[in-house]
């Protein structure tokens, strides 16, 4: 049986909830539609503590057609000697509000923006964070750099494998685990407490999204992030509770991939057409099973399936 803990909210004045464990309640859903844990937009945004001075902070997604909303997550990280977070909210508003209530933990100053997933829902408001700290330093892959090269703040340093940053008391490992989710994936380690962030190499109970993705190279991905043996999985989407949790559930979110890719393989094996993810009549044969009823399969799973057949007929971009 999975348990998971009743948040203890603590509502601050900017109306962001600072969320602390205090009692385990029944098995969660799985699903990251904020409904099914009786959450509304007006819940967020919040944040938990995750080890010392380290914070998972939680925004908004845009609702999909059918007006389902999930969270996007972001990692912050107060060294002592200026802060870290690792991907930025999806625009200016929400990455403002993320700015006045990092104030409310610490006056560090933000020194670096980690571009762990290059999507809009994860950069959309890095604007924001040069308004307020006109110094900080955007890193991310060079796949995100190329990817962003029209965008007022790309990456300007890069991490093609890997990148330490020392700061205070607290070492970060900036890593390239292998493609994944966007192509440019990116996620921190702190070894000290032994966190690692996925960002969206790592989607807890979202159905796999693959607008731009590499869904075998992710697969491996994921493989290789769970040999890390870390404390504490964080993902981009989803729900955050205890670290035991956290480890199953990173196996399950590798499971659901891998029962995915395999359907649209059987699908393609099939002779099922999939041109493109809004003309794709192999959904019309495709059974999800337990993923049917993820958050964002409507939308998700044509595209899914299209780009799994992007793979096997060798028409994935090379970057």
């Known amino acids: 049986m999975r348990r998971a803990s009743t948040l203890a909210r603590v509502v601050c004045s900017a109306g962001a909830m600072l969320l602390t464990s205090a009692a385990f309640s029944a098995e969660p859903p799985h ?21 010392p001075d380290v914070y998972a902070y939680e925004g908004l997604h845009s609702p999909d057609k059918q007006g389902v909303i999930v969270n996007t997550v972001s990692l912050i990280v107060a060294t002592g000697d200026g802060v870290v977070v690792v991907d930025g909210q999806g625009d200016v508003p929400q990455t403002r509000l993320m700015i006045e209530n990092i104030r409310k933990l610490t006056p560090e100053p933000i020194k670096y923006v980690v571009i762990a997933s290059d999507h809009t829902d994860h950069v959309g408001g890095n604007s924001a964070f040069k308004e307020a700290y006109p110094n900080v330093v955007f890193i991310g892959s060079p796949a995100s750099q190329k990817r962003l090269a029209k965008d007022p703040n790309p990456p300007t340093m890069l991490v093609s494998e890997q990148r330490s940053l020392r700061l205070g008391a607290i070492q970060i490992e900036i890593l390239n685990l292998g493609r994944a989710h966007t192509g440019g994936d990116l996620v921190a380690w702190l070894p000290e407490s032994n966190v690692l962030f996925l960002g969206e190499v790592f ?16 697969l491996a991905t994921l493989r290789k992030a769970a040999t890390m043996n870390a404390s504490y999985y964080i993902p981009g989407h989803g729900f955050i509770d205890e670290a035991p949790i956290m480890r199953r559930e990173l196996d399950e979110a590798r499971l659901a991939l891998a029962s995915v890719i395999d359907e649209a393989e059987r699908l393609h094996a099939a002779g099922h057409k999939c041109e493109s993810a809004a003309n794709c009549p192999a959904l019309e044969h495709a059974n999800w099973g337990e993923y049917h009823d993820w958050a964002l399969r409507s939308s998700q799973a044509p595209i899914a399936v299209w780009r799994v057949y992007q793979e096997l007929e060798g028409k994935l971009p090379e970057s």
Do not use: C, G, H
């Open 203 to 218: 989607l807890r109970d979202v159905f796999p999204a693959m607008r731009s993705a590499y869904p075998t190279e992710w």
């Open 31 to 51: 699903s990251a539609d904020i409904s099914k844990r009786n959450l509304t937009p007006q819940d967020f945004p919040r944040w938990q503590r995750i080890a």
